[in-house]
């Protein structure tokens, strides 16, 4: 199994999914297709640290891979899912920037990450490749906040730049001591559903999910 | 102890949102911030001795963090009893329900449990985990008017903060990292540990940490120029609760900054963090410059009043030094009670007035004459004039300028007080005097209130003069810390 592994470099076409997914996001229009490129998203990155823990054989990644599945992969998707179908928009259509041209720029961006992180200070231990990765994800997880007009689809972004953030602390630690881990995917949970409220009474209030029309406080 | 200590808030919150009774949730709460007090006036003074650890080295407690938990506890007091007034009238008035002051008082609570708790981690992700707590928490409040406004405010603090912190959980890896390439073997995140070790971390890995920190708990800390959330959460929140904000959160992320440059300075020498520091610290005094002189919302001219403060307490420690770094711990203080005794009077006058435009509010002094002149002494103090207690720290700072032969920050710190002083006086000038522009029917102060802002008011002044030694044996004790002298 070990050898079938690393043999087909499944680590390596795993975190070249998570990117791709992450990317994936800037082509997409309606919120549901947003939410299930993020819940896959989430899976990729679960299977990935359950894939590393098998090669290293250390058991509290596999803990820390089953609370990514059930928080990232299971809890916030429902979540986000009920938000999108209360709201009744179905579509973030008119990105600031159109679609094919952001597409091109999130490549621009991971060639610029990749350029600049490849004679880093950092040694990865099982891929030279999931550092760059990650961090490319979080840049693209933030171009995808600053470009999105809805509100949800700026909550998808944060938890992309999450997961590319949870994606770098496992590529340079291994992760963090497990109950670390807990009170920060803890944090991110609330933090989300938090989010969730703000984006309802967004709607509520400014009758719009549209952040363009956020704008009475200046100066 | 510590565990009763942090208990003490929780409990409090639950029972303010278990109960149904306006006066015996208020109640609850002063008592809650009573006992808070009492339990933490023995803790502070241990800690003062000798350093303390908790639950196996998670939590602890220095002379540092003696010190900021005792200006949390105190702003956490007169926030509590100030709130009981305050959130009364607005009960009163009926601009808040029975069940949004159970869901204040309880958030409130959870928000000072959140604060106790950054300022006894001694783990760095633990810290972490309590400033995100503080952002998620406080982000409910800054909302709790639930009107276009304020739920915008809320909105734009939780995403900017939140993506901000993202950055310093990234530095608390890279610092994690550099620790295990550092021992060899498993990393550590106990900040005393990473102290001990950090002539051993690879400086340039620690660099780049501290910037990732220092854009992550700067944007809490609300030092420009990633501070546009702060004018906004600080306007829309309560006024206790702006309070809060301005007192006491934005000092605990900035301690999150100082703890990490304390490790850096002994992996890569004090001048790095100390230059970013300045840099950032002369940058926000100047940046607040420029929209105090042209503010027109009272609320929002406090909030840069704290940029602008946060500013000169960086410029203070980046200045480093003991003169520079003491007077920067002094300055921590000093606002804190400030801009508490700010908020509050402008929190009297916004209840008579019912605007927070400055131009809609004139003769405060004739209808509140002790908010009134109790408004005008803190305005004349956070703009540094002598004999309150700003005046004496930033004089402190300006020494540990003129000492170190820093000639630029100097002028610069002299240029921005100046322009700043003039546009404190055209603003609270304008607003205490002249003829009052609403109704002149006495209400009459409230009694309390004016107690509460009297007795703050005189150790505002005391504080100018003096130092009590209970004070200074806090101030030497952070200062070991901080130079690990």
Not at chain 2, 203 to 231: D, E, Q, R
Not at chain 2, 325 to 339: D, E, R, T
Request: aromatic share 10%; charged share 10%.
């Amino acid at each position: 199994m070990k050898n079938w592994i690393q043999a087909f470099s499944v680590i390596d076409f795993i975190s070249v999914g998570i990117l791709l997914t992450a990317v994936s996001m800037n082509a997409l229009k309606r919120l549901e297709s947003c939410v299930k490129v993020y819940t896959l998203n989430s899976w990729l990155l679960a299977s990935l640290i359950a894939i590393v823990s098998f090669m290293i054989g250390e058991a509290h990644l596999y803990v820390a891979a089953a609370l990514t599945l059930t928080t990232k992969g299971v809890l916030l998707p429902v979540f986000l899912k009920r938000i999108v179908r209360q709201m009744k928009v179905t579509r973030d259509d008119e990105p600031y920037i159109n679609n094919a041209l952001s597409l091109t720029i999130s490549g621009v961006l991971v060639a610029v990450v990749y350029v600049s992180l490849g004679e880093g200070i950092f040694v990865s231990g099982f891929s030279r490749n999931v550092l760059q990765i990650s961090i490319a994800v979080i840049v693209i997880g933030l171009f995808t906040m600053i470009t999105r007009r809805k509100a949800i689809t700026q909550v998808i972004g944060l938890l992309f730049m999450e997961n590319g953030l949870f994606l770098a602390g496992f590529s340079l630690t291994f992760g963090m001591p497990l109950i670390i881990e807990l009170g920060v995917l803890f944090d991110m949970l609330m933090g989300v559903i938090i989010l969730g409220i703000f984006v309802v009474q967004i709607k509520r209030s400014f009758l719009s999910t549209d952040l363009d029309k956020l704008t009475t406080l200046r100066g | 102890m510590i565990g009763v200590l942090l208990l003490i808030p929780v409990v409090t919150a639950l029972l303010c949102s278990f109960f149904r009774n306006r006066k015996t949730i208020e109640v609850i709460n002063v008592i809650g911030v009573i006992a808070l007090t009492a339990v933490s006036v023995p803790q502070i003074t241990g800690a003062l001795s000798a350093q303390e650890y908790f639950m196996g080295g998670v939590l602890f407690m220095d002379a540092l963090s003696a010190y900021i938990m005792a200006i949390v506890v105190f702003i956490a007091l007169v926030a509590a009893i100030y709130s009981v007034d305050y959130m009364g009238q607005e009960y009163k008035e009926g601009a808040v329900t029975l069940k949004g002051l159970r869901y204040y008082y309880a958030l409130f609570h959870l928000f000072i449990f959140t604060m106790l708790l950054v300022s006894v981690s001694n783990n760095l992700a633990v810290f972490w985990i309590a400033i995100e707590g503080t952002t998620l928490v406080s982000a409910l409040l800054v909302g709790f008017y639930k009107n276009r406004q304020s739920i915008e405010a809320a909105w734009k603090y939780i995403i900017l903060c939140t993506v901000g912190i993202t950055f310093a959980l990234l530095g608390i890896f890279i610092t994690y990292y550099a620790s295990a390439g550092a021992t060899g073997g498993k990393g550590t995140l106990n900040w005393t540990e990473l102290r001990e070790m950090s002539h051993r971390l690879n400086p340039s890995t620690m660099k780049l940490a501290f910037i990732l920190i220092l854009i992550g708990y700067g944007t809490k800390a609300g030092l420009a120029p990633v501070h546009n959330w702060l004018p906004d959460a600080h306007s829309q929140a309560p006024t206790p609760i702006s309070a809060l904000l301005s007192s006491i959160l934005l000092k605990c992320a900035f301690i999150g900054i100082v703890r990490f440059a304390i490790i850096l300075n002994g992996s890569a020498g004090s001048s790095y963090a100390g230059n970013l520091l300045l840099i950032f610290g002369l940058l926000s005094m100047g940046i607040a410059t420029a929209f105090i002189l042209l503010q027109n919302n009272y609320k929002r001219l406090l909030a840069y009043h704290s940029i602008e403060h946060i500013g000169i307490i960086a410029t203070g420690m980046g200045l480093g030094g003991p003169l520079g770094i003491y007077g920067s711990l002094l300055h921590i203080l000093n606002h804190a009670i400030v801009k508490a005794l700010l908020f509050f009077t402008t929190g009297q006058v916004r209840l008579r007035y019912f605007s927070t435009k400055i131009d809609k509010v004139r003769g405060v002094i004739t209808l509140l004459p002790v908010s009134g002149a109790v408004m005008l002494l803190a305005a004349l103090a956070i703009a540094g004039t002598p004999p309150f207690n700003i005046f004496l720290s930033e004089f402190i700072i300006l020494k540990a300028a003129a000492e170190g032969g820093s000639w630029v920050t100097f002028t610069l710190f002299l240029v921005f007080a100046t322009i700043i002083f003039g546009g404190v006086l055209h603003h609270f000038g304008g607003m205490a005097f002249g003829e009052p522009n609403v109704s002149h029917e006495m209400k009459g102060e409230r009694k309390l209130v004016s107690i509460l802002i009297v007795v703050m008011a005189t150790g505002m002044l005391l504080l100018g003069v003096y130092v009590p030694s209970f004070l200074e044996l806090m101030l030497s004790g952070s200062l070991k810390v901080i130079t690990g002298g």
